[in-house]
């Protein structure tokens, strides 16, 4: 079931408007399928992409960088005319003493420039080999259990293949960006988020090379982007799902958020489709709207996800800091780990803090740590945004162990069982560029179908 050719005038529901939703309903109607809907349960679309404008100025308060090895996003980007800027060097901050230095010179006060430069080069050379192992050539992990040399931490892998100093470097964008210790997560997700390009651009923003073009930022920002790509095709938001019913056809339930003049009100409504795309977070209680198979339950039930908040403030006496800049050494959970300020004229800047899976760092707890952050590192009178503070379950994924064993085969085993597909975060790493390429890879093979031979 699923293995391509779809009829065109099927009706297909997406449950979830964030990139994997919005970039496959994109992709099914350049397919040329006429029936697609997208629902999303929030009043705002993209998910993990939010932008917002101060001072007239867009700001990134989830994904943020573009890198030369972002084809399909620059695609979708040049489509609805979405321009770009280079960011602003970036820098490390050590909030015991104040000092500000390069990611680069960071990095040299743990290893040799000469073995950072030869492992950057190894690096290369078995990244390239595995090419055709990995997105995009192979969008998803479901063939990693026939691939030895892709298994494992992505500690242990760079330590097998003598790659001990670039551990130093990749733990600064995997770790404190919310990915987890490398110890913790799969190779084949520290190979996906450095590609050869993104490895290439990332080395030379690392380092302030002049002249660099990469990374860049969209100048509206991504939630923008996707905005644009959302006027495109059918989406309704305030969507809240009832239940859904998998059988000769999908039958679902919700209510659609309404509001006239002063008033809101949930409409009870029911539809019917051919085909079901979860787009959504694949967790335990989110798909409680629906009866998950046996496979289904034991499947999600291993997913895991880092608690990640962003809180934003105006905190004037901040303009020494970078677009980015790296909390070193690592702190605690609960501890800024990231601080942003996007441009030097305006006093907006944001906060990225590791949460934890037990709930005892809270709101309140890194609100607290924030401001005393950002009185260490000089900011005069910070005051917190008014309305952004996001508590994201970020990174949805599964133990080492389960990528291992075979956790992505089983789940692309499921495509199209019981009508039904999955894309998003977990199936292709929780990065725009990844989650795009697999949109479009489930659409080309399990919707569009390779051409007949003849």
């Known amino acids: 079931m699923g293995e391509g050719n779809i009829q065109r005038d099927s009706r297909i529901l997406i449950v979830g408007a964030g990139p994997a939703g919005l970039c496959t309903a994109v992709y099914l109607k350049n397919a040329g399928f006429k029936h697609v809907q997208v629902f999303e349960k929030s009043p705002r679309l993209g998910g993990k992409c939010r932008s917002l404008t101060v001072d007239g100025q867009s700001f990134d308060l989830g994904a943020n960088y573009i890198t030369s090895a972002y084809k399909r996003v620059r695609e979708l980007a040049a489509h609805v005319g979405a321009g770009m800027y280079t960011e602003r060097a970036g820098h490390t901050i050590n909030v015991g003493n104040g000092q500000l230095q390069s990611i680069l010179s960071f990095v040299l006060t743990k290893t040799t420039f000469f073995k950072l430069a030869w492992q950057a080069l190894r690096y290369i ?138 008033r809101e009100e949930g409409y009870p409504e029911t539809a019917t489709y051919d085909y079901l795309v979860l787009a959504c977070p694949q967790l335990p209680g989110v798909l409680d709207f629906m009866d998950l198979s046996d496979e289904e339950q034991r499947l999600f039930k291993q997913v895991l996800i880092n608690p990640f908040f962003v809180s934003t403030y105006i905190a004037p006496g901040t303009e020494e800091v970078a677009a980015v800049s790296f909390s070193l050494p690592q702190p605690e959970e609960g501890q800024p780990y990231v601080v942003t300020r996007q441009f030097p004229d305006n006093d907006f800047i944001s906060i990225y803090t590791r949460g934890d899976r037990e709930g005892k760092i809270t709101r309140e707890v890194v609100e607290h740590n924030n401001m005393r952050f950002l009185r260490e590192i000089g900011a005069k009178d910070p005051k917190k945004h008014s309305f952004t503070v996001d508590d994201w379950a970020y990174f949805p994924h599964v133990p080492v162990e389960a990528v291992d064993k075979g956790f992505y085969t089983e789940l692309d085993g499921l495509q199209g069982t019981n009508r039904t597909f999955y894309c998003g975060g977990l199936l292709a790493f929780e990065l725009v560029e990844t989650i795009a390429e697999h949109a479009h890879s489930l659409v080309k093979n399990h919707f569009v179908g390779e051409p007949k031979k003849k």
Do not use: C
């Open 125 to 262: 050379v078995i990244r390239w080999r595995f090419r055709k192992l990995l997105t995009p050539a192979q969008p998803g992990f479901a063939h990693v259990p026939e691939h030895p040399e892709l298994q494992g931490s992505f500690d242990d892998w760079l330590i097998k293949h003598d790659l001990d100093a670039l551990r130093i470097m990749f733990k600064i964008p995997l770790t404190l960006m919310g990915y987890g210790d490398l110890k913790e997560i799969a190779a084949v997700y520290g190979l996906s988020y450095m590609s050869l390009g993104s490895f290439k651009d990332l080395g030379l923003f690392a380092a302030n090379m002049p002249l660099r073009q990469w990374p860049k930022r969209f100048n509206q920002g991504y939630g923008r982007m996707f905005e644009r790509l959302a006027a495109e095709v059918d989406v309704l938001t305030g969507v809240t799902i009832g239940t859904i019913t998998r059988g000769d056809e999908i039958k679902v339930e919700y209510r659609l958020l309404e509001q006239e003049l002063e």
